[in-house]
Nanobody, 119 residues
């Protein structure tokens, strides 16, 4: 599975951005998709995830400000980010948990997209 992310950029504090990530390639099914973020020198942390049955999981730091959604027909996940804070600045990575054609579980990462929130 290849993941193509887009939507990062520079925004002022309090502003909004929407990230999108489309999965492509040959696979049996997408099971879940999510977004992680990473600061330089730090570990990559979960921001939000969603299953294809729409079960969502959010990091405490972004609850009430970010919303994750999925378009199953397009195999695309979105992260709608509102009320952005400077501490949200990071490289955001898309992740997909999927089932391969041979029914073996797989996991892929997209290239990161930079989100910068200025104060």
């Amino acid at each position: 599975v290849q993941l193509q992310a887009s939507g990062g950029g520079l925004v002022q504090s309090g502003g909004s951005l929407t990230l999108s990530c489309a999965a492509s390639g040959s696979f049996f099914s997408i099971n879940a998709m999510g977004w992680y973020r990473q600061d330089p020198g730090k570990q990559r942390d979960l921001v939000a995830s969603i299953t294809t049955t729409s079960m969502r999981n959010y990091a405490d730091s972004i609850k009430g400000r970010f919303t994750i959604s999925i378009d199953k027909a397009k195999n695309t996940v979105y992260l709608h980010m509102n009320s952005l804070k400077p501490e949200d600045t990071a490289v955001y990575y898309c992740n997909a948990d999927f089932t391969k054609l041979n029914r073996v579980r797989g996991n892929s990462w997209g290239l990161g997209t930079q989100v910068t929130v200025s104060s």
